[in-house]
T-cell receptor
C-alpha cells in the first residue's frame, strides 16, 4: 500500500452519463498526477497539479474532462457525457515535494493509487 | 518528444531462472530519470527500481538490477532467481525534468513465471 487512495475502485456507467473519480494523495505531498491506462497499454499522462494549481494538461484531456484539486488536498476527475472510448483505468500518482525527500521517498518517484476502472456501456 | 519502446509484449520463464526485459527510449535531454514499475494482475502500480541518468553506476535492488546504456538509450531490467510473485506487467518509464516531471511509458511486457 503506497498510501494513495482512489475511489471508487470500479465504475460502470452508460454512455452519456457523467462520472467523477476521487484521489487522496499522501499527506503533505503537494504534487499530484492523473494518468489514463487503456487495456494492454502503458499509462498516458492526463494532468498535473502543484498544490491547487493545475499546471499542465495533456491534449488527451478533451473539454469533457475536468480536474480539480481544491485546497491542494484531494483531487477529482470528472468526465461529462461519457463515451465508450473513455473506458480505461484512471490512475492517480503522488510524489513527494520537490527539493529533498519525504519519509525516505525520493521526490522524483511517483507513488500510485490502486486506480479507478471505468467501463462505459 | 520522448518515446519509450518495450519490444517484448510477453515473456515466460521457469521459477528461479534469470530474465531480462528490454527497454529503449528516445530523448534529446541529458538529465532525466528512468524507472521500472510492476503491475500485478488487478493490483496497483509498484516501483521496482529507478535510475538517474547522470549516474553511470547501474541501480540494484535485491534481485532486480538494470543495465543502463546512456549512449545507446537502453535501459534493461534483469530479474535474478525469479519467483512466482514476479508474475506481472512490467513497464519502463522515462521522466522528463523539463515537463513537470511527468512519466512517459512504454507499452509494457507481460512476464509469466512458471512453477
Amino acid at each position: 500500500d503506497t498510501g494513495v487512495s482512489q475511489n471508487p475502485r470500479h465504475k460502470i456507467t452508460k454512455r452519456g452519463q457523467n462520472v467523477t473519480f476521487r484521489c487522496d494523495p499522501i499527506s503533505e505531498h503537494n504534487r499530484l498526477y492523473w494518468y489514463r491506462q487503456t487495456l494492454g497499454q502503458g499509462p498516458e499522462f492526463l494532468t498535473y497539479f502543484q498544490n491547487e494549481a493545475q499546471l499542465e494538461k495533456s491534449r488527451l484531456l478533451s473539454d469533457r474532462f475536468s480536474a480539480e484539486r481544491p485546497k491542494g488536498s484531494f483531487s477529482t476527475l470528472e468526465i461529462q457525457r461519457t463515451e465508450q472510448g473513455d473506458s480505461a483505468m484512471y490512475l492517480c500518482a503522488s510524489p513527494p515535494p520537490l527539493l529533498g525527500t519525504s519519509g525516505g521517498m525520493s521526490s522524483d518517484t511517483q507513488y500510485f493509487g490502486p486506480g479507478t476502472r471505468l467501463t462505459v456501456l | 518528444a520522448q518515446t519509450v519502446t518495450q519490444s517484448q509484449p510477453e515473456m515466460s520463464v521457469q521459477e528461479a531462472e534469470t530474465v531480462t526485459l528490454s527497454c529503449t527510449y528516445d530523448t534529446s535531454e541529458s538529465n532525466y530519470y528512468l524507472f521500472w514499475y510492476k503491475q500485478p494482475p488487478s493490483r496497483q502500480m509498484i516501483l521496482v527500481i529507478r535510475q538517474e541518468a547522470y549516474k553511470q553506476q547501474n541501480a540494484t535492488e535485491n534481485r532486480f538490477s538494470v543495465n543502463f546504456q546512456k549512449a545507446a538509450k537502453s535501459f534493461s531490467l534483469k530479474i535474478s532467481d525469479s519467483q512466482l510473485g514476479d508474475t506481472a506487467m512490467y513497464f519502463c518509464a522515462f521522466m522528463s525534468l523539463d515537463s513537470n516531471y511527468q512519466l512517459i511509458w512504454g507499452a509494457g511486457t507481460k512476464l509469466i513465471i512458471k512453477p
